[in-house]
């Protein structure tokens, strides 16, 4: 069998990521009955974090942890790639040593580079590109909630960063249609764009976005790496908050997701995020769940 990688959503087949989904709700359920089974028994999953977390990390030890395996945390300070080794060098070493590695950083370069010198499967704990594990658990907590997403409209409220990018790659790969309301300014790259076709709309009215819409979702309106931009961006993004008002364009089961840490009172109001339309906190809950899921899949497919 030949290795494989995580480095965004592309990396899977449309069928794999459906059978992700119905695996994670399947470890949820023994996970829920105190059946954690020896899923990872022997195995180490090293986790090299150069963007700081609160979800990834717990939800990536936590899992390896349930299963009967270990993870073994890497800041920039605990590595040599933080004193200038090459990422190459780091994949080569790593390779030896752990099972699979889960790699939190800022350029997606980083990790193609790693992957093209790992012997060992590589998934992306997040980059400035992409958040895959983040919409794994989205797509099961909308599963769970409403069945499949496949011909749904999903809108996307905000900067058009990672999150934004990692869902117009859901939106191919999960067949639906996404609405994106964004500041021309901070609109997503083109490139991802383009590649999705005629499935993503963008515009920049928010109301226009969540108009029959089957979920709503947005981030923080200055990610990891902008906060020297945060009362610029405050400015710029304080027509694209959710609230009530914009909750009520989409269709009254319309879901809310955030990915979380939300700052209420900015992209999103209390009374949204807090509301009977929101599953932030279930939603939180399952990256343990797919993420499991998926370290099942990588490490049974090397």
Request: charged letters at 20%.
């Amino acid at each position: 069998m030949t290795k494989r990688h995580f480095l965004s959503l592309l990396d899977l087949t449309p069928a794999e990521l459906q059978k992700l989904i119905l695996r994670g709700i399947e470890l949820k359920a023994q996970h829920q009955c105190g059946e954690n089974k020896d899923l990872f028994q022997g195995k180490v999953l090293g986790m090299i974090f150069e963007k700081s977390s609160t979800r990834t990390r717990v939800s990536f030890e936590s899992a390896m942890l349930h299963g009967g395996g270990g993870a073994i945390f890497l800041s920039p300070n605990d590595t040599q790639l933080g004193r200038g080794e090459p990422v190459e060098d780091t994949a080569r070493v790593l390779s030896g040593m752990v099972d699979i590695v889960m790699i939190r950083t800022f350029h997606q370069e980083t990790l193609e580079k790693f992957a093209q010198y790992a012997s060992i499967p590589l998934i992306n704990g997040l980059t400035d590109n992409f958040h895959p594990c983040q919409l794994l658990a989205d797509m099961q907590t909308y599963y769970e909630h409403r069945g499949s997403i496949q011909g749904k409209r999903v809108t996307w409220i905000g900067d058009g960063f990672n999150m934004c990018h990692s869902f117009i790659n859901a939106a191919r790969q999960y067949d639906f249609e996404l609405r994106i309301a964004c500041p021309d300014s901070h609109r997503p790259d083109a490139n991802i764009l383009a590649a999705a076709g005629d499935r993503i709309q963008v515009g920049n009215d928010p109301q226009w976005a969540a108009s029959d819409s089957d979920l709503v979702v947005t981030d923080v309106w200055s990610s990891m790496g902008h906060e020297g931009q945060q009362d610029n961006r405050a400015n710029i993004f304080a027509p694209f908050q959710v609230n009530n008002e914009v909750m009520r364009r989409a269709h009254k089961d319309a879901l809310f997701m955030h990915c979380l840490p939300a700052h209420r009172g900015e992209e999103v109001t209390t009374e949204v995020i807090d509301g009977q339309q929101s599953v932030v906190w279930e939603e939180a809950g399952n990256r343990l769940h797919t993420q499991k899921a998926l370290l099942e899949f990588l490490l049974n497919t090397v």
